[in-house]
């Protein structure tokens, strides 16, 4: 069993950054391939970003150029930095890990 836990959610206004955390526990954190998602409200959850355990990445078009996510296989870490932040980045945001387990989501909100 795999435990995810987000931090790094907050409130920040156009323009600016917020790095996101996941931490998981138990399993092998360095074979798992991991994601962030996000769904906003009356929104389908979708992919924001995705790292693979051999660390190649992907991005919804959406943020491309804006948000970057890495990994930390020591500390059994993965990381989303949002750059640029729009009012539309605004959500909760999921970790995932081996398209099986969720985290609980740390809620973002980009507003003036």
């Known amino acids: 069993q795999v435990q995810l836990v987000e931090s790094g959610g907050g409130s920040v206004q156009p323009g600016g950054s917020l790095r996101l955390s996941c931490a998981a526990s138990?399993?092998?954190?360095?074979?798992?391939?991991m994601g962030w998602y996000r769904q906003a409200p009356g929104k389908q959850r979708e992919l924001v970003a995705g790292?693979?355990?051999?660390?190649?990445?992907n991005y919804a078009d959406s943020v491309k150029g804006r948000f970057t996510i890495s990994r930390d296989n020591a500390k059994k870490t993965v990381y989303l930095q949002m750059n640029s932040l729009k009012p539309e980045d605004s959500a909760v945001y999921y970790c995932k890990a081996a398209y099986i387990y969720w985290g609980q989501g740390t809620q973002v909100t980009v507003s003036s």
């Open positions: 790292i693979t355990s051999g660390g190649t990445t």
């Open positions: 138990g399993g092998i954190f360095s074979l798992y391939d």
